[in-house]
Each structure stands twice: as structure tokens, then as C-alpha cells.
């Protein structure tokens, strides 16, 4: 008994002393860190799926959607965060609400290459492809991988590769 005492105090001051030298009174649900984590699940999906876990990979991505809503809360004009919402969104079926959230960061950065990348992959899935060139157009003096995987997702749109 004197022993789970000693553990609970240990627990209670410890605890106390991490919150004391947090700042924001406890709360991990910053912005960054929310953000932050969701990457983390949407690069741990993208693995899943490489290795055809499709279902788990789903989960994955659902779940980071929902780190990165409370993210959104706190900077809705982050276009890196609609661009992962548009992401996640996509990734787990549901393209109107993916194209939604890709053009309101467009909105806010016409240029956004990882937006116009994913918008490009989006209107291929969907069979808009005059629309998907719209976007490698867009992205053609980048000098980036942004082009070059929408181009290619283009040239093979019979195979899934997005």
C-alpha cells in the first residue's frame, strides 16, 4: 500500500511539474502538434498502402482528418492544412469534400504545388483529365516532383499509381 502511495505522489508531482513547464495549461492540441501529428499518420497510410492494407490505410487517413479539423479550427487559412484535408479526404473516398477543401487553398495560394499536384490527382480519378492539365499547367515552371508525378499519373491514368 505504502508503495502505490509513493507511485500515485510521484505521478501527481511529476505531472504537475510538466504542466507548470508547458505553459498553455496542459493542452498538446496546438495547432502545430495536431498538424504534426496527422502528417505522421498520413505518411504511416501511405506505407500501409504500398503494402496493399488498404482498410487499415483508410483508417489511418480518417483519422489524421480529424487532427487536422482541429487544426483547421485554430488556422483556417492555412493552405497546408486544407491541402492534407484535401489529402485525407481523397484518400478515403470522398472526393466532393477533397475538391472542396483543394480549391479553398487554392483560393488562398493559386500557386501551392502540393495542392495543385493533388487537385491534378483528384480530376484524374474522377475522368476529368482537361482538368487535370489545368493543373500540370499550372505547375509546369516549378521545377519540381509536384509535375513530374502529375504529369506521369496523366500520361498513365489506366494505371492506379495516385
Known sequence: MKKIIIL???FILINNF???AGGDSGSSSTKASMYDEAVKLIKRAGKLEKKNKTDKAVKLYKEAFSKLEKA???DKDNPDILNYMGFTSRKS???DEAEKFYLKGLSL???HNGINEYLGELYVQTNRIDKAKERLEVLKNCNCEEYQELELIIKTR???IY
Open 8 to 10: 500515485i505522489s510521484a
Open 18 to 20: 510538466a504542466l507548470a
Open 72 to 74: 483547421n479550427k485554430k
Open 93 to 95: 473516398g470522398n472526393f
Open 109 to 111: 495560394n493559386p500557386k
Open 158 to 160: 489506366g494505371t492506379k
